[in-house]
């Protein structure tokens, strides 16, 4: 299970990259093909969703930090809202890239902040 992972949107002008994070659990598979996690509130600038409504093909790129291996994602997502005013992303998977030892570093597992948000569940 992830605490982290980075989001890529596209719009007509350019594009964006940004973290996501939380504990391990806060994104989820909810089938093979489909990815869920909760929208966090951040810098109210709304970039990537914004971007997502405009166009929704996204990117994710997980990290594991210890073995140096990456997950690339690529699909489509959407903002789901609840009747409570909380948001998600839902994300449709169309392609993996799976690439062991990728990255010539690594981190050792980090203290997570108790004011994180429980996972979904």
């Given at each position: 299970m992830s605490d982290t992972?980075?989001?890529?949107?596209v719009h007509d002008r350019g594009a964006d990259a940004s973290h996501r994070g939380g504990n391990p659990g806060f994104v989820q598979a909810t089938s093979p093909r489909e990815l869920v996690w909760p929208d966090y509130t951040g810098n109210a600038m709304f970039l990537s969703l914004g971007n997502?409504?405009?166009?929704?093909?996204a990117g994710l790129l997980f990290?594991?930090?210890t073995t140096g291996t990456t997950l690339q994602l690529t699909g489509e997502?959407?903002?789901?809202?609840?009747?409570?005013?909380?948001?998600?992303v839902r994300f449709?998977?169309?392609e993996v890239v799976e690439s062991p030892a990728a990255l010539p570093l690594r981190w050792s597992p980090p203290e997570y902040s108790p004011a994180n948000p429980t996972p979904l569940g």
């Open positions: 992972f980075f989001l890529a949107t997502l409504v405009a166009d929704p093909r990290l594991d930090w997502a959407r903002t789901e809202f609840d009747g409570e005013g909380e948001r998600r449709t998977v169309a």
